[in-house]
């Protein structure tokens, strides 16, 4: 018997759950090609004022979903206002690669004049002129949406918890403002506009333990694992709460559709001197340095890095042009790892001593992994803070 004649015969046919987010093909097409897929998720819990429980669980529990459901995702917890900026740039620019977007925000949010805004974990808003500064526009994600033009795109804002600064603000209504999606696009609200959500007792969010539960079963249209989750939370709450989404799709979306394949069995596992082995998000957070000629604007990088065999190469920007930066390093089997970064300077203002922009630099420094999560410290020349989660 051949080798191929016993793989065959070994073959086994399992269930996968695929995420297919894509339109419903043309009339004569023959095929539906693998889209990318990219998610980003924010999720915001220590505030100073109104500390919310459940957020930052909601966000790895969306994650965890989403990454079995064939998404790249992009998680970030309890973040700064330009942080928050920072990653919904790098997302409109990774979105310009096509296919399908997936917007999960969960934390304070408010309307004021009929616009909406994300509070971060350190805004400080004490009239309605502040919130302009210290909270970001939910316009400016739809605006790289829009300007990146791929497929199709969710956005799910679960924001529309009691405002802690609703005194302050003359011009500031209850809930979030109702928006219109542009084409292409789906917005899901945990609740009607003008209107205010639970934050939910238990583990997450009611709005989002009941999104996490529809967004497991096999079969279902993007439209119906919203009207199941409407139909949930409105039940659970008794009336109170009762979510609303914006469409303008222009097909059929299909979740978690169930196929069955053939497929040999898996090898037996092997060992592995590489646990870190992947690929990984990077955020290095460079603050304001002290004022003066040599003082530096803070910046923040958000990228990709890939480990293989415990080397790790990340890439920011493109490689020998201004604004880049190459990051390697070793990661050893605990978790410890050394770090070199090499680049060309950007705007001047980020740079120690103003160097012009296109100035080749580098530094070093050092980092710790810890199962799917890292943190680091740039230790030359200023001080950066460095994290990386797995994808």
């Given at each position: 018997?051949?080798?191929l004649?016993?793989?065959s015969?070994l073959?086994?046919s399992?269930?996968?759950?695929v995420?297919?987010?894509?339109?419903v093909?043309?009339?004569?097409a023959q095929?539906a090609?693998?889209?990318?897929?990219?998610?980003?998720?924010?999720?915001?819990?220590?505030?100073?004022?109104?500390?919310?429980?459940?957020?930052?669980?909601?966000?790895?529990?969306?994650a965890?979903?989403?990454r079995?459901?064939?998404?790249?995702?992009?998680?970030?917890?309890n973040?700064?206002?330009r942080?928050?900026?920072?990653a919904?740039?790098?997302?409109?620019?990774?979105?310009?690669?096509?296919g399908?977007?997936f917007f999960?925000y969960?934390?304070h949010?408010?309307q004021v004049?009929?616009?909406?805004?994300?509070?971060?974990?350190?805004?400080?808003?004490?009239?309605?002129?502040?919130?302009?500064?210290?909270?970001?526009?939910?316009?400016?994600?739809?605006?790289?949406?829009?300007?990146?033009?791929?497929?199709v795109?969710?956005?799910?804002l679960?924001?529309?918890?009691?405002?802690?600064?609703?005194?302050?603000?003359?011009?500031?209504s209850?809930?979030?403002?109702?928006?219109?999606?542009?084409?292409?696009?789906?917005?899901?609200?945990?609740?009607?506009?003008?209107?205010?959500?639970?934050?939910g007792?238990?583990?997450?969010?009611l709005?989002?333990?009941?999104?996490?539960?529809?967004?497991?079963?096999?079969?279902l249209?993007?439209?119906?694992?919203?009207?199941?989750v409407?139909?949930?939370?409105?039940?659970r709450?008794?009336?109170?709460q009762?979510?609303?989404?914006?469409?303008?799709l222009?097909?059929?979306?299909?979740v978690?559709?169930?196929?069955?394949?053939?497929?040999?069995?898996?090898?037996?596992?092997?060992?592995?001197?590489?646990?870190?082995?992947g690929?990984w998000?990077?955020?290095?957070?460079c603050?304001?340095?002290?004022?003066?000629?040599?003082?530096?604007?803070g910046?923040?990088?958000?990228?990709?890095?890939?480990?293989?065999?415990?080397?790790?190469?990340?890439?920011?920007?493109n490689?020998?042009?201004?604004?880049?930066?190459?990051?390697?390093?070793?990661?050893?089997?605990?978790?410890?790892?050394?770090?070199?970064?090499?680049?060309?300077?950007?705007?001047?203002?980020?740079?120690?001593?103003?160097?012009?922009?296109?100035?080749?630099?580098?530094w070093?420094?050092?980092?710790?992994?810890?199962?799917?999560?890292?943190?680091g410290?740039?230790?030359?020349l200023?001080?950066?803070?460095?994290?990386?989660?797995?994808?």
């Amino acid at each position: 018997m051949s080798a191929l004649s016993m793989l065959s015969r070994l073959a086994l046919s399992i269930t996968i759950a695929v995420w297919i987010f894509a339109s419903v093909l043309p009339a004569g097409a023959q095929g539906a090609r693998e889209e990318p897929k990219i998610a980003l998720l924010i999720g915001n819990s220590a505030y100073r004022e109104a500390p919310l429980r459940n957020p930052v669980n909601d966000v790895r529990a969306m994650a965890g979903t989403l990454r079995e459901l064939g998404f790249t995702v992009l998680a970030h917890e309890n973040t700064t206002k330009r942080a928050m900026e920072t990653a919904i740039l790098e997302f409109g620019r990774r979105l310009a690669d096509g296919g399908v977007g997936f917007f999960y925000y969960a934390g304070h949010g408010l309307q004021v004049r009929g616009r909406n805004y994300l509070v971060p974990v350190d805004a400080d808003i004490e009239s309605e002129a502040a919130t302009r500064i210290a909270a970001v526009d939910v316009d400016l994600l739809l605006e790289q949406m829009a300007e990146a033009k791929n497929r199709v795109n969710v956005v799910i804002l679960d924001a529309c918890r009691n405002n802690p600064f609703e005194r302050r603000l003359r011009g500031a209504s209850k809930g979030l403002a109702a928006v219109d999606a542009a084409r292409g696009t789906l917005i899901a609200y945990a609740t009607a506009p003008g209107s205010v959500a639970a934050d939910g007792e238990g583990a997450n969010g009611l709005y989002t333990e009941e999104l996490l539960k529809a967004l497991r079963v096999p079969g279902l249209k993007v439209e119906e694992v919203f009207k199941q989750v409407r139909v949930g939370v409105t039940s659970r709450s008794k009336g109170a709460q009762t979510p609303w989404e914006s469409s303008s799709l222009t097909g059929d979306l299909v979740v978690n559709v169930t196929v069955n394949i053939t497929t040999p069995a898996a090898p037996p596992p092997t060992s592995s001197s590489a646990p870190f082995d992947g690929l990984w998000a990077v955020t290095i957070d460079c603050p304001r340095t002290s004022a003066g000629s040599t003082g530096a604007d803070g910046y923040v990088l958000i990228f990709f890095a890939k480990v293989k065999d415990g080397n790790l190469h990340g890439q920011h920007g493109n490689q020998g042009q201004p604004d880049s930066l190459t990051l390697i390093g070793k990661v050893q089997p605990d978790g410890s790892a050394t770090l070199n970064a090499r680049g060309m300077t950007g705007e001047p203002k980020h740079s120690v001593n103003r160097e012009a922009k296109g100035t080749p630099y580098g530094w070093r420094g050092n980092a710790l992994f810890e199962g799917t999560r890292g943190v680091g410290k740039r230790t030359e020349l200023r001080s950066c803070d460095l994290s990386f989660v797995k994808q």
